[in-house]
């Protein structure tokens, strides 16, 4: 992955997000923020001097600049090699070529949640937005000189969550008896105001999946969501994990963004990844789909020793590895079920899911069957959930 400069909360270079040497002086990451924080990375080369160097000479401005500049290379050169600063006689610059910036990623998502009408759009942007700010403060230890970019990046924030709680109403309506996250984020940034209208209305959606989803219809649900945004071929078919002797492996080939017809016993026989935990009694795929790079994720579930349920979500590698697992614990009295999987080419996963409920249950559900959509990241981290009775 991409190294990471990380403005909000702790201010710190990043790689595969954990921290990595980057060595440098309060004043030295004091202009590196005002360069990172502006527009494109890139300031006129008068106003940073003036404002970093205000009772320094022309000449002596420059001089200091220049020494800014070797000290940022000299502190990241081992991991960006190109060089991260630019300077011309105009203006300062970052070279974003070889690195991330976190603020920068997060303007970019607001940008596209707030002025897409695509209400899928705007709820991966927002949730991508919020995975990222988090109730982070931007570049905290400063507290008295980015007042300014602080207060309107609190405000983006604020206007990024409320239209990603719109989207989420606008595609879900029938789950809003359930409340959003995206609420329960602005009212803990101290925002009580209702819903409210979108200020840019959203694009009607497909008449596939406009229809709200109910229980008589449950078992007919499943198929018209992956028909609704099918982007790659996807397989509903069980696979057993067991704890078994994996047999040698076999070549096989699922054609991408094409239907698969084969019955259950082609794959009965071959073994794609074994699970290996002695915690589990048992275990079964239930789910499998190929992301748009035709890597395999697989999902399912588990009982365990103690009787817990889990929910397994594995993405394999080419060569047939674990490239990450995900495991969630079900709540007592509930048995979650993945029936569809959907990979974008934005890396958001999506499942839907068979959630059983029993008298008593945990989430203090109505006995009975529900459909659950979970949303994830590229890296299998749930980033949300929503239950439609």
Known sequence: MRPVLRLLGKCELTADGAPIPFDITRKLWYVLGLVATAPQCHIARHELTEAVWPLSEK???????????????????????????????????LNTDHIDIDYQQCCSLAKLALTSDDALEVLEAGTAFDTIAEDKVLLPTYSSAFLDIRDHFDKQRRAVLRRTWQAEAYLYPVAQGVKSNFEIR???????????????PFKALPEQISVPMRKSNLRTALPRLAAAAVIGGMIAIPIIFGSISTPTKQQLRVAHGAS??????????????????????????????????????????????????????VMLTKTGQSRWITKLTDAKGIQ??????????????YVASVLSARQNNGLKLAPGSYLVVGVFDRDGQRLFERLHP
């Open 186 to 200: 602005l009212r803990k940034l101290g925002d009580e105001n209702a819903i409210g209208e979108p200020a840019l």
């Open 59 to 93: 000449t002596s401005r420059s001089v200091l600049l220049f020494k800014w500049r070797r000290s940022i290379i000299d502190a990241i050169g081992p991991i960006i090699p190109d060089g991260l600063v630019l300077i011309t006689e105009e203006a300062v610059s």
């Open 336 to 349: 979650t079920t993945p029936k569809q999987l959907l990979s974008t080419e934005s890396g958001r996963i």
């Open 260 to 313: 698969v017809n084969n019955p259950v016993a082609s794959l009965s026989n071959q073994l794609m990844y074994q699970l290996s935990d002695p915690r589990t009694k048992r275990s079964a795929a239930t789910a499998i789909g190929m992301t748009p790079k035709n890597l395999v994720i697989a999902a399912g579930n588990a009982i365990l020793t103690n009787g817990d349920h889990q929910t397994i979500l």
